[in-house]
């Protein structure tokens, strides 16, 4: 097959990105060349930009363009609870409840010998010195209910238990609005333990 | 809820590509923070070298980093038969079939009254102009069978045919490999009316 050489390296670049597959690439790859000079340079600027000022809040490890993200700078959030999650995607998921007032600790990743992920590879040092300084008095384990996310937990709860500090988890069951007949056998067994009296 | 500005733009910029919806465009614009700064170096210069250097073959119109491109400036392609398509990824279709030994000639879309592209929009008139000049004696239409492929395929066949070109369409029927019993009706009318003596 006839091949242009640098679409084929445009296709290729859209390829590595997650849930890509060689269709979707090649269509994003088409999409680019029909876009204008200016749209062009709006979206790679957009690229650099957003990769050259986002880092690591000081305190929370959540992705900001600032020393300290917009929660943990927020005087009205309750600077005593904290909320664990593997990444800067679950802090949007939560916050899209509009309940949760306390703060995140994001850990970057979770602990997964089998990929070669140890407790120093995410920011687990970060959340212990977090303990030291601040008035926080509870820590609530927000990692996926995956069995990744279930050690890491577990790995946590540990380290934090003997500095006094309460560490919970979230509750597992049913999810709101989902059909019984197609919840798993362990959902539902961790539903019925956790019930509640009405 | 709070949010980053250079990440939001970055996921606007995501958004707005083909068949990317919120969701993807979130964690393409992760993937991206995850990069290295070589690696978006790379991306983004392909991006701008794809976009600068990739133009309409001056014959075929498909697109090229030549002036002609690969198929037209290929000394063993047979120059009798021209196949029309609506797109270049129509022309990587017909290539990967192995077979096809002639040329093309890319339309870059479909008359379309309702989304107001015209016969003029799209590359008609170089296709015109491309019988005049060469020993062409077949041009095969290979726009979708969709109702704007089948409407432009009969306005082009209207155009070449007082030149004294053998217009020809692809074959409609059943889909290799497929169920009869999911074949709409319109198909298996076609598939009935082209059928061939065994």
Redo the contacts between chains.
């Keep these: 097959?006839?091949?242009?050489?640098?679409?084929n390296?445009?296709v290729e670049?859209f390829e590595r990105?997650?849930?890509?597959g060689h269709k979707?690439a090649?269509?994003?790859?088409?999409?680019?060349?029909s876009?204008t000079?200016e749209e062009?340079k709006?979206?790679?600027e957009?690229?650099?930009?957003?990769?050259d000022?986002?880092h690591r809040c000081s305190i929370c490890c959540d992705?900001?363009?600032q020393e300290v993200?917009?929660?943990c700078s927020?005087e009205n959030r309750d600077k005593t609870t904290v909320c664990v999650v593997e990444?800067?995607?679950d802090v949007?998921a939560f916050?899209?409840t509009r309940e949760y007032n306390g703060i995140y600790h994001v850990l970057h990743g979770v602990i997964s010998p089998l990929n070669g992920v140890g407790p120093e590879d995410i920011a687990i040092k970060e959340l212990v010195s977090r303990m030291n300084n601040t008035d926080i008095n509870e820590v609530i384990m927000a990692t996926n209910p995956t069995a990744e996310g279930e050690a890491t937990a577990i790995f946590i709860s540990r380290l934090l238990k003997p500095l006094g500090i309460k560490v919970s988890r979230l509750a597992y069951g049913i999810p709101v609005g989902a059909n019984l007949e197609y919840a798993d056998e362990f959902t539902l067994l961790k539903a019925i333990e956790g019930r509640k009296i009405l």
């Design positions: 097959m006839k091949k242009v050489i640098p679409l390296k445009l670049q990105m997650p849930g890509i979707s090649q269509r994003l790859a088409f999409h680019i060349l876009l000079d062009i709006d979206f790679t957009t690229i650099v930009e957003a990769h000022k986002i992705l900001t363009d993200c917009k929660i927020d990444n800067s995607k949007m916050e899209r």
